[in-house]
């Protein structure tokens, strides 16, 4: 296959999953290491794609975040691995916040134990229907369909009646400042969450330190864990105080 076919595929196929590491074009295309990144550093060059450490990402992104129901059909092997790492730290009869997110909409659907959560998403109440081991409460507000999470300024009063145990949460942005939303009212309901919480345990693709959010959640040194999919830099890592533990994810079959 010639280059240049190879880099219209390569296009085409982060059109539809939104993000590519080196190893999946290398896998995709049964290249070696280095061809991909030459076509990576071309595509570069052409200015059609964002490099990032290990990959790279349409140029649009960050700009917006697709809505839930697009996102879930994007879901990866990676966020997988993250959502069931996450089950990892659930105790029984504990008191959880969790937060709505792809991710944690699948977390929600491997928790398997006696519980009590609290949550705005309408997808995790819907997956938390089907264990009768799990009470769950559902924040009260009016449904925002896009993102398919409840707001108002019930619920936070509601919250303020709770000490979570741990609060479960994602973040369609992170930097040096902290982890940010893109929707105010989501990002309000998840902060309070945050202040009200023994622990916090963030959930998170490591391409988030690319977007760029703008409704801050917390500031990082309320990050107790953060799981992500790949090792994050020194620059990355310095962003967070050391007491904050980093856990990657790894995929089973590697």
Do not use: W
């Not at 649009?60 to 996450?86: C, H, M, W, Y």
């Amino acid at each position: 296959m010639s280059q240049e076919k190879r880099i219209e595929l390569i296009k085409q196929l982060l059109a539809e999953r939104q993000e590519l590491s080196t190893k999946e074009i290398m896998e995709e295309f049964g290249i070696s290491q280095d061809t991909a990144r030459r076509d990576i550093v071309l595509l570069t060059k052409r200015g059609e794609v964002k490099r990032t450490h290990g990959g790279i990402l349409p140029l649009d992104f960050g700009r917006s975040v697709p809505n839930f129901q697009s996102r879930l059909s994007r879901f990866t092997k990676e966020k997988t691995q993250i959502a069931l790492e996450a089950t990892n730290y659930f105790r029984p009869h504990h008191v959880y916040f969790v937060d709505s997110s792809t991710i944690l909409l699948k977390t929600c659907q491997n928790v398997n134990m006696p519980l009590t959560i609290v949550t705005h998403s309408l997808d995790n109440c819907m997956a938390l229907a089907e264990n009768n081991k799990v009470t769950v409460k559902v924040l009260s507000g009016t449904l925002n369909h896009e993102n398919r999470f409840f707001y108002s300024n019930r619920a936070m009063g509601e919250l303020q009646n709770v000490a979570f145990d741990t609060a479960f949460v994602a973040a369609s942005g992170i930097d040096e400042n902290g982890i940010y939303l893109l929707d105010q009212g989501d990002a309000e309901i998840v902060g309070l969450a945050v202040e009200r919480a023994r622990k916090v345990i963030l959930v998170a693709e490591h391409q988030k330190f690319v977007n760029k959010s703008y409704y801050r959640i917390c500031s990082l040194d309320k990050i107790s864990l953060f799981i992500t999919d790949e090792p994050l830099t020194k620059v990355q890592r310095a962003m967070f105080p050391e007491t904050t533990e980093i856990k990657v994810a790894t995929r089973s079959d590697r």
